[in-house]
């Protein structure tokens, strides 16, 4: 396959690679190189301060403190004071023999790992009387940490399946809310667990530094019966997500930059590299955003795949077929500054809008004066068999958005003939993609954009013979061309 306009046809496995041999020269002019190079510092700094290996650490097994592990009981007592004795003895592993823990929210502590064993399932209490005394607090909880984990092959279930009403809304009665929520925690691991029927976010790490979530699988049902399940939200900053499967109702990787509960000053997210994951989503598969009230700066997305979610049986998701609404949505929405960030080698397999980019001024989150801004944007080496819209750039003026290049891009867009395409000016409501209609061309329609290039092989395909042009541009200023 000598041009990336060449697709393969469904079902190949597509491998990007660099050669080792006589490559330098080529790596040093791909797109994003200088953010691989930051890649090695961030994957350094992580395993320096990561947690203890596990043979290092003492062992703290929960049947040892009085948990029963058959689903009836509830073990919260019994865990939280096997997580206290590892703490007092200054770091050890918690460790979850084969059972069902039913439990409601746990507090982790410094120097503490919980090993969760294949077979061993942490399950989110199913009465809501149990939450009324920690109600819509997450299953397993850390604030203000340093040395913590969650690693194993077993699984924590969220209680969704009873936690939501058959609207796809939460219940109003005491529950729990998110499955792991960690906040300005330091040096964190969580790796190889499942997490499933989450009730809200999934795993929702906010300014927290020196990460790795590494093999995580993540399994919620579809937005229309599990509203706001969002895979994974981060912010903060060394942050390497890898390996993840994560298939949800709401936006399955989700970075937002914005200011923690209780930190002064505020902190941007930065050096973050999300590469190797499948994503499954009836919302968003990678997003930034909503919420950008802060600085977010040196992010890569790479060697991602978008598939649609497995397991849709409801008309009513966003996009009633089920397919994700982008499958890369960058946002800038509350006065913050997203800048120099990279997605590069993605497989799309179906999405409705492929890339969206926007900026704007709302004031819903946080009241600011600041305008919105976007730069320094690489789309590389992106495959899309099947789009149900073109791509779109659209900004809310005075917010800015410059230099984007989009590198390598090959795109099938389905859509038939559409008469009436002129998309809304963005106004601060809430940004999905799909809020903007139609666009008056098959490939990428983009507004008040500076500094537009396009390199490599681009190409769109109009498969719906809709017979729009390409591309449609108002007010862009500045479209480059490399051959």
Same mark, same amino acid.
């Given at each position: 396959?000598?041009?990336?306009?060449?697709?393969?046809?469904?079902?190949?496995?597509?491998?990007?690679?660099?050669?080792?041999?006589?490559?330098?020269?080529?790596?040093?002019?791909?797109?994003?190189?200088?953010?691989?190079?930051?890649?090695?510092?961030?994957?350094?700094?992580?395993?320096?301060?990561?947690?203890?290996?596990?043979?290092?650490?003492?062992?703290?097994?929960?049947?040892?403190?009085?948990?029963?592990?058959?689903?009836?009981?509830?073990?919260?007592?019994?865990?939280?004071?096997?997580?206290?004795?590892?703490?007092?003895?200054?770091?050890?592993?918690?460790?979850?023999?084969?059972?069902?823990?039913?439990?409601?929210?746990?507090?982790?502590?410094?120097?503490?790992?919980?090993?969760?064993?294949?077979?061993?399932?942490?399950?989110?209490?199913?009465?809501?009387?149990?939450?009324?005394?920690?109600?819509?607090?997450?299953?397993?909880?850390?604030?203000?940490?340093?040395?913590?984990?969650?690693?194993?092959?077993?699984?924590?279930?969220?209680?969704?399946?009873?936690?939501?009403?058959?609207?796809?809304?939460?219940?109003?009665?005491?529950?729990?809310?998110?499955?792991?929520?960690?906040?300005?925690?330091?040096?964190?691991?969580?790796?190889?667990?499942?997490?499933?029927?989450?009730?809200?976010?999934?795993?929702?790490?906010?300014?927290?530094?020196?990460?790795?979530?590494?093999?995580?699988?993540?399994?919620?049902?579809?937005?229309?019966?599990?509203?706001?399940?969002?895979?994974?939200?981060?912010?903060?900053?060394?942050?390497?997500?890898?390996?993840?499967?994560?298939?949800?109702?709401?936006?399955?990787?989700?970075?937002?930059?914005?200011?923690? $509960?209780?930190?002064?000053?505020?902190?941007?997210?930065?050096?973050?590299?999300?590469?190797?994951?499948?994503?499954?989503?009836?919302?968003?598969?990678?997003?930034?955003?909503?919420?950008?009230?802060?600085?977010?700066?040196?992010?890569?997305?790479?060697?991602?795949?978008?598939?649609?979610?497995?397991?849709?049986?409801?008309?009513?998701?966003?996009?009633?077929?089920?397919?994700?609404?982008?499958?890369?949505?960058?946002?800038?929405?509350?006065?913050?500054?997203?800048?120099?960030?990279?997605?590069?080698?993605?497989?799309?397999?179906?999405?409705?809008?492929?890339?969206?980019?926007?900026?704007?001024?709302?004031?819903?989150?946080?009241?600011?004066?600041?305008?919105?801004?976007?730069?320094?944007?690489?789309?590389?080496?992106?495959?899309?068999?099947?789009?149900?819209?073109?791509?779109?750039?659209?900004?809310?003026?005075?917010?800015?958005?410059?230099?984007?290049?989009?590198?390598?891009?090959?795109?099938?867009?389905?859509?038939?003939?559409?008469?009436?395409?002129?998309?809304?000016?963005?106004?601060?409501?809430?940004?999905?993609?799909?809020?903007?209609?139609?666009?008056?061309?098959?490939?990428?329609?983009?507004?008040?954009?500076?500094?537009?290039?396009?390199?490599?092989?681009?190409?769109?395909?109009? $498969?719906?013979?809709?017979?729009?042009?390409?591309?449609?541009?108002?007010?862009?200023?500045?479209?480059?061309?490399?051959?």
């Amino acid at each position: 396959m000598n041009s990336i306009a060449d697709i393969p046809p469904r079902g190949t496995r597509i491998v990007f690679t660099l050669e080792s041999k006589n490559s330098m020269n080529l790596t040093n002019k791909l797109p994003g190189h200088d953010l691989l190079r930051r890649t090695v510092l961030v994957l350094g700094l992580i395993v320096l301060g990561s947690v203890l290996p596990v043979s290092a650490q003492r062992v703290f097994n929960v049947m040892d403190y009085g948990a029963m592990g058959d689903g009836v009981a509830l073990d919260t007592s019994a865990i939280q004071s096997a997580i206290n004795a590892a703490n007092g003895a200054g770091d050890g592993q918690v460790y979850f023999p084969p059972g069902i823990y039913r439990t409601v929210t746990l507090y982790l502590a410094n120097n503490v790992t919980l090993n969760i064993t294949n077979g061993a399932k942490i399950q989110a209490s199913l009465t809501s009387s149990d939450w009324s005394s920690c109600n819509r607090t997450a299953v397993i909880v850390a604030e203000k940490l340093n040395r913590i984990g969650i690693i194993g092959s077993g699984t924590i279930d969220g209680g969704g399946m009873v936690y939501y009403a058959t609207n796809g809304y939460t219940v109003t009665n005491s529950r729990p809310q998110s499955i792991i929520r960690f906040s300005l925690c330091t040096n964190v691991t969580i790796r190889g667990i499942l997490c499933t029927n989450s009730t809200r976010w999934t795993i929702n790490l906010v300014q927290c530094s020196n990460v790795t979530i590494d093999g995580v699988t993540i399994r919620n049902r579809e937005y229309a019966l599990s509203r706001e399940t969002d895979g994974i939200d981060i912010s903060g900053r060394h942050i390497l997500v890898k390996n993840c499967d994560v298939e949800t109702g709401d936006d399955a990787i989700c970075l937002k930059p914005e200011i923690a $509960d209780d930190q002064s000053p505020a902190q941007p997210t930065h050096d973050v590299t999300i590469q190797n994951c499948t994503v499954a989503s009836t919302c968003n598969a990678t997003k930034i955003g909503t919420g950008t009230s802060d600085e977010a700066y040196n992010i890569m997305f790479d060697h991602i795949t978008v598939r649609k979610h497995s397991r849709v049986t409801s008309g009513s998701n966003p996009i009633p077929s089920g397919s994700c609404i982008a499958a890369i949505s960058m946002q800038c929405n509350d006065g913050g500054t997203n800048h120099n960030f990279t997605f590069q080698n993605y497989v799309i397999t179906n999405c409705d809008t492929p890339i969206f980019i926007e900026a704007q001024n709302r004031q819903t989150l946080v009241a600011h004066t600041n305008n919105s801004r976007l730069y320094g944007l690489t789309f590389s080496n992106i495959f899309c068999y099947q789009s149900g819209r073109a791509s779109q750039i659209n900004v809310q003026t005075p917010c800015s958005i410059q230099d984007i290049t989009f590198n390598n891009i090959a795109i099938h867009n389905q859509e038939t003939t559409f008469t009436t395409a002129s998309p809304p000016y963005l106004s601060g409501s809430y940004p999905d993609a799909q809020k903007y209609g139609r666009m008056p061309a098959y490939g990428l329609f983009a507004r008040y954009v500076t500094n537009l290039t396009f390199s490599g092989a681009v190409n769109f395909y109009d $498969d719906g013979n809709s017979g729009r042009p390409v591309t449609a541009f108002e007010n862009v200023s500045n479209v480059i061309r490399l051959d």
